[in-house]
């Protein structure tokens, strides 16, 4: 049983929205799960929504999409019984995401309203029905997994019987520390940029341009500013806190805020509307920009730092403590963390571009020449990097790859109790498929009753 079908189950952004695909769709009852319908429509329209994302499904759609759904009714019908909800927050929060997802692909609101044919009162309400749905079934199927966990005898026990053939090719992997230096900016360089911000504040407030006509043309911040700087509804914990403090406080829709400076520049900011605890606001974020003298300033402080760990006067890790500005990797002696898997192991092209064409020829314990790279925050950044180690591609063994085989193992682990659960919630859950339907190869067959 596939990770993707017991702890997915989870639609994309755009899955609940192809009901107007099949709109015109002649319905019929196609299974009924407990007291739920599965129509003709629902399985077109989860067809549509695999053909958009050019997913490829085994065997006859027929098939295999009714029976996808039937296991989302069971899931979601335990949940009832057992009194399991989604969070209402967190739930709001991943639909506002989402949105504002979409407008930034699409273009606007009204763009996205007319791509899909939906206002988006009716678009928040499908996506918010289908996010919290998928929450459900996630926390149903962690309590039926429980605190499952495996031990080592048990992880060795399920390597050993994989054939031969089976165990998995491990690319070659690499962990990497970095020091970052950032170029100092000069006070001039700083109200140049503020004393911009405030013309644009003056020429918004006195009503001679929009706001969203300056963000598109000035924003550095690109994606909002295909919006005209529109960023969305979201929660105070969504924004870093001083931009938080001045947007929340912002009650006037015509009139623009002071300039706000955040860990990612300089913004001026304009509220769009309030709805309960969250905001929509467009800003205008500028950022300062250093002089070639200061880049190069920049580039010889790291220079003196390496020059004091070659000399083994510090080491790389105290060096990262003392000059380092990415708080991100400061404490941890610049190991970068993969964002895939939270583990500090990369395959190479998983690297952030600049850092893996600086140690692509480098070995253990060796450090690469300065090389300039944007940061998380958008911000050039001079940096080192050191190769912490190195693990040549081979085939996967205990030792050097227990924590992957162990997720390996504990994966198929829990996906045989949701197979166990699923096999014994049939014999107790009312099921009728429409004898046109029953015609199939089911992965859990005990759909039919005898």
Not at 95 to 123: P, T
Not at 217 to 233: N, P, V
Request: glycine letters at 4%; charged letters at 30%.
């Amino acid at each position: 049983m596939s990770k993707r079908l017991f702890f997915s189950l989870v639609f994309s952004t755009v899955a609940s929205l192809f009901s107007s695909w099949s709109a015109n769709v002649i319905d019929e009852v196609a299974w009924v799960v407990g007291d739920e319908a599965i129509l003709l429509s629902d399985v077109e329209e989860f067809r549509q929504r695999m053909r958009y994302e050019g997913s490829s499904i085994e065997g006859d759609p027929y098939c295999y999409i009714p029976e996808q759904l039937a296991l989302q009714k069971l899931y979601l019908d335990q949940a009832k019984i057992d009194s399991i909800f989604a969070d209402d927050k967190s739930v709001s929060n991943q639909v506002e995401m989402r949105i504002n997802y979409l407008i930034g692909q699409v273009g606007s609101k009204e763009k996205v309203e007319e791509y899909f044919n939906q206002d988006m009162a009716s678009l928040r309400e499908d996506l918010t029905d289908m996010v919290s749905n998928q929450q459900i079934i996630q926390q149903m199927q962690r309590k039926i997994v429980g605190e499952s966990k495996v031990t080592p005898a048990e992880v060795k026990k399920f390597f050993n019987a994989l054939p031969v053939d089976s165990i998995p090719e491990i690319p070659t992997q690499i962990e990497v520390q970095l020091i970052t230096v950032a170029p100092v900016v000069s006070s001039s360089a700083i109200e140049n940029v503020k004393s911009k911000l405030r013309e644009f504040k003056e020429r918004v407030d006195n009503k001679e341009t929009e706001f969203s006509t300056l963000a598109i043309l000035y924003s550095e911040d690109k994606e909002s500013a295909k919006r005209g700087g529109e960023l969305g509804f979201m929660g105070r914990g969504q924004l870093v806190h001083e931009f938080a403090d001045v947007a929340f406080a912002l009650h006037d829709a015509n009139r623009v805020s002071k300039v706000v400076e955040t860990e990612f520049g300089y913004h001026i900011i304009q509220l769009v509307e309030k709805s309960g605890d969250k905001v929509n606001v467009r800003h205008i974020l500028m950022k300062p920009k250093s002089t070639l003298d200061e880049q190069f300033q920049a580039r010889a402080r790291l220079d003196s730092v390496i020059d004091v760990v070659n000399k083994k006067e510090l080491t790389f890790e105290e060096a990262v403590s003392l000059y380092s500005v990415d708080k991100n990797t400061r404490n941890s002696g610049g190991i970068l963390t993969n964002p895939k898997n939270g583990s500090s192991r990369f395959e190479i092209r998983d690297l952030p571009q600049e850092v893996a064409k600086a140690v692509y020829s480098l070995g253990v314990g060796e450090i690469s020449r300065p090389f300039a790279m944007i940061d998380s925050k958008g911000n050039e950044v001079f940096a080192v990097a050191k190769v912490k180690s190195l693990l040549k591609a081979h085939k996967a063994n205990v030792e050097d790859d227990y924590m992957a085989i162990k997720e390996a193992y504990q994966e198929q682990k829990n996906a045989e109790l949701l197979r166990n659960w699923v096999m014994e919630k049939q014999k107790s859950i009312y099921v009728k498929i429409d004898p046109k339907w029953q015609n199939c190869e089911f992965q859990y067959p005990g759909w039919i009753k005898k």
